[in-house]
C-alpha cells in the first residue's frame, strides 16, 4: 500500500496542478499578449458569463449537500459573493460591467444567446458534478481558486496596456476576486487536506478531482476559441490539452 502523503505533501501535489490552469491555453496566452481582437474579448466575455452565473449554483448544489453546520456558514458567501446582497454589488454584476467595458450591452451578456455549446456542456456538466457528488468533492473541485489570483493579476496589470480602448472601471471584478479567491482557497484548501487524507488512494482521487475541474476550464477556452471564428485556423493547431 502506498505511504499517505503528509499534509505539505498532499498540499504541494495539489498546488503542482496549477501547470494544467487555463492560463497556459493559447487563447488566454493570447489575451495575455494582446493579440486578441476587440470581437474575440467580446466573444469570451459573452461565454464566460454562462460560467459566472453557474458558480452560485455549484455553490448551492454544495450546500444542499453538506449537513456540517460550520462549513455551510462559511461556504454561503460564495452565493452572496457573486449574487450580491442589498446594495453590494456581486460578481454576476460585476461581470455585466465588464461587458458593458468591452463594448458590450448588458442584453448582448444577459441573453445567452451568445454562448457556444461547448461552454454550456461545460459548465453543465460541473453543477452536475456538484450536485451528483458527496459534497467534499465539490468542494475539492473549487481548488483551481488556487491559481485564480495570478490570472486576475494578469489582467489587471496588462489589460490597460494591451487594450487601451476597455474602460477601466469594467477591470473591478479582476480586482474583486482577487481578495475573494485567496478567502475562499482558505477553507477549501482545509476541507479537501482533512477528508482526503485518510488514505493515499483518497488523496489522489482528489488529484483526479482537481483535474476534473481543470478540464472543465480548458474546454471552456477551447470552445471560445473555435467560436471566434477571427481567431486564424493556425492559431487552433494545439489539439488537446496537454497531459501532465
Given at each position: 500500500m502506498d505511504k499517505i502523503w503528509t499534509r505539505a505533501e498532499f498540499e504541494e501535489k495539489l498546488r503542482?496542478?496549477?501547470?494544467?490552469?487555463?492560463?497556459?491555453?493559447?487563447?488566454?496566452?493570447?489575451?495575455?499578449?494582446?493579440?486578441?481582437?476587440?470581437?474575440?474579448?467580446?466573444?469570451?466575455?459573452?461565454n464566460r458569463f454562462y460560467y459566472?452565473?453557474?458558480?452560485?449554483?455549484?455553490?448551492?448544489?454544495?450546500?444542499?449537500?453538506?449537513?456540517?453546520?460550520?462549513v455551510r456558514k462559511q461556504w454561503i458567501v460564495r452565493i452572496t459573493d457573486h449574487d450580491g446582497v442589498d446594495d453590494a454589488v456581486g460578481g454576476i454584476e460585476a461581470w455585466i460591467k465588464l461587458g458593458e467595458a468591452v463594448g458590450l450591452t448588458r442584453e448582448d451578456?444577459?441573453?445567452?444567446?451568445?454562448?457556444?455549446?461547448?461552454?454550456r456542456f461545460a459548465v453543465d456538466a460541473y453543477i452536475n458534478f456538484a450536485k451528483?457528488?458527496?459534497?467534499?468533492?465539490?468542494?475539492?473541485?473549487?481548488?483551481?481558486?488556487?491559481?485564480a489570483p495570478h490570472i486576475h493579476q494578469q489582467r489587471i496589470s496588462s489589460w490597460p496596456e494591451v487594450y487601451p480602448w476597455i474602460n477601466e472601471s469594467g477591470l473591478s471584478y479582476f480586482k474583486k476576486r482577487l481578495t475573494e479567491a485567496r478567502r475562499d482557497v482558505e477553507q477549501g484548501l482545509s476541507v479537501t487536506v482533512d477528508y482526503f487524507s485518510q488514505s493515499r488512494a483518497m488523496q489522489e482521487r482528489a488529484l483526479d478531482i482537481l483535474q476534473f475541474k481543470l478540464n472543465v476550464l480548458w474546454v471552456i477556452?477551447?470552445?471560445?476559441?473555435?467560436?471566434?471564428?477571427?481567431?486564424?485556423?493556425?492559431?487552433?493547431?494545439?489539439?488537446?490539452?496537454?497531459?501532465f
Open positions: 503542482e496542478k496549477g501547470r494544467g490552469y487555463h492560463i497556459y491555453h493559447p487563447f488566454h496566452v493570447m489575451m495575455y499578449e494582446g493579440k486578441l481582437t476587440k470581437e474575440q474579448l467580446q466573444s469570451w466575455v459573452l459566472q452565473i453557474g458558480i452560485p449554483q455549484k455553490d448551492a448544489a454544495i450546500l444542499s449537500n453538506c449537513p456540517d453546520v460550520e451578456v444577459t441573453s445567452l444567446k451568445h454562448v457556444s455549446p461547448g461552454v451528483q457528488r458527496p459534497w467534499q468533492e465539490s468542494v475539492c473541485s473549487s481548488l483551481t481558486e488556487l491559481f477556452a477551447d470552445s471560445i476559441m473555435l467560436a471566434s471564428s477571427n481567431i486564424k485556423v493556425e492559431d487552433r493547431d494545439y489539439l488537446r490539452q496537454p497531459v
